[in-house]
């Protein structure tokens, strides 16, 4: 069985927040009281075991698991460890190849992070977008910088061996200096991984709108691209090595569940505003947290093949689908496996798009070689020009 038979992936969506950051146009939300929370658990544990009963598809051997938000921190170390047993009961939590959580720097401390560690997460992603107090403070961040620093050093003591921090750049009150100094800063904690993100302005977002008015003030667009190169010349000289358009690791510790999603992989995903991919047909499930727990406390094996009003299906046609496909795989600097695709879909990439690829290897935007099509790192910094090619 291929890989794209099977699920590799398994997602757990956590949509609560402390506070809502200024620039996040995730599903997530502040101020649901304990109560609501706690329904959200039994409603989540439900839609698991209700999909396991509908073998969609086969689980692979070692599947990640990922709980993302939100800030699945913010639940109890009793609420996340009901939901891993869930999983465990009914099949999804199948001795994954790495599992992992997401934590907000100030909703985790040594007691919690040494919990979560034997419930079974061997990797965590903390969310430390940069290391200035300052820069914090106008994305809306509950943390300071301190205790990220701190949160970082506990999970080594609880015993993480993977930790990723995510960092972001091109923030308000943000200069070249202040970011080149917050990357020293998280490089003197010898990570295995770190994400580093442009700040993308999304329409609707407090942040967007506070730009659009004027009232906050963006890195011009030389401080941006410096912040970016800077970037890549700096980690790759402290030996993690980029892997992805925004993602750095030492060889060896990248991370295994986001390269499902970048080689087009079927993964699994539960919770309100969480979306699955079967290789074939994409779910998306309600966003609405109340909406979510009073269907899922309902669901029943036959209301999966209804419509309940707690999903919407898309079924992407095969063009679709190789293009999706190419876009993910560009992401990474391993590039395409022409043959895997030629396996896959059936279609010769190099003949198919043969024009449009041309272009972008005249450009100095891709390279060809050894059946792999890639982007230079030329191509990945305008990624999106180059993404239009297949689109």
């Known amino acids: 069985m291929e890989r794209w038979e099977q699920f590799q992936g398994v997602y757990v969506h956590t949509p609560f927040c402390l506070q809502k950051c200024l620039y996040c146009d995730f599903p997530s939300y502040a101020g649901f009281p304990d109560g609501v929370r706690q329904q959200y658990v039994g409603a989540l544990c439900r839609e698991i075991e209700v999909r396991s009963l509908q073998q969609e598809l086969p689980v692979a051997k070692g599947a990640t698991v990922y709980f993302g938000g939100g800030t699945p921190t913010v639940l109890t170390v009793e609420q996340i460890g009901k939901i891993v047993s869930t999983l465990k009961r009914c099949g999804w939590w199948n001795r ?47 943390h300071t910088a301190e205790q990220a620093l701190c949160a970082t050093e506990e999970a080594k003591q609880a015993g993480f061996r993977r930790i ?33 993100y442009s700040l993308i302005l999304e329409e609707g977002t407090p942040l967007e709108r506070l730009a659009r008015e004027g009232k906050v003030q963006l890195p011009d667009e030389e401080a941006s691209f410096n912040m970016y190169e800077m970037t890549t010349e700096v980690l790759a000289q402290a030996g993690l090595q980029r892997y992805e358009i925004s993602n750095y690791a ?9 390269t499902v999603y970048w080689n087009y992989e079927p993964y699994a995903a539960f919770g309100a ?19 979510y727990i009073k269907g899922s406390a309902n669901l029943s094996l036959a209301a999966l093949k209804t419509d309940t009003g707690l999903w919407q299906t898309e079924s992407p046609d095969r063009k679709t689908q190789i293009s999706e496909a190419m876009i993910m795989g560009l992401r990474m600097t391993d590039g395409v496996n022409l043959q895997k695709m030629q396996q896959r879909f059936g279609i010769d990439i190099l003949e198919s798009y043969g024009k449009e690829i041309q272009i972008l290897l005249d450009r100095k935007m891709a390279e060809c070689g050894g059946g792999t099509l890639r982007l230079t790192p030329y191509g990945m910094r305008y990624g999106n020009r180059a993404f239009e090619a297949f689109i």
């Open 273 to 291: 505003g969480a979306c699955s991919f079967n290789g074939k047909e994409r779910r998306t499930n309600t966003a609405d947290v109340l909406q």
């Open 250 to 258: 030492v060889p060896g510790k990248e991370s295994v569940h986001n």
């Open 164 to 196: 990723n921090a995510d960092l972001m750049s091109g923030i308000p009150c943000q200069t070249v200096e202040s970011f080149r100094n917050t990357l020293t800063k998280i490089l003197q904690l010898n990570l295995s991984h770190i994400s580093a």
């Open 96 to 142: 994954p190849a790495e599992a992992t959580i997401e934590a907000n720097p100030g909703t985790v401390d040594a007691e919690k992070l040494k919990a979560l560690r034997e419930i079974g997460f061997d990797r965590i992603s903390l969310g430390v977008q940069s290391l200035q107090d300052k820069e914090l403070g106008a994305l809306g961040r509950i």
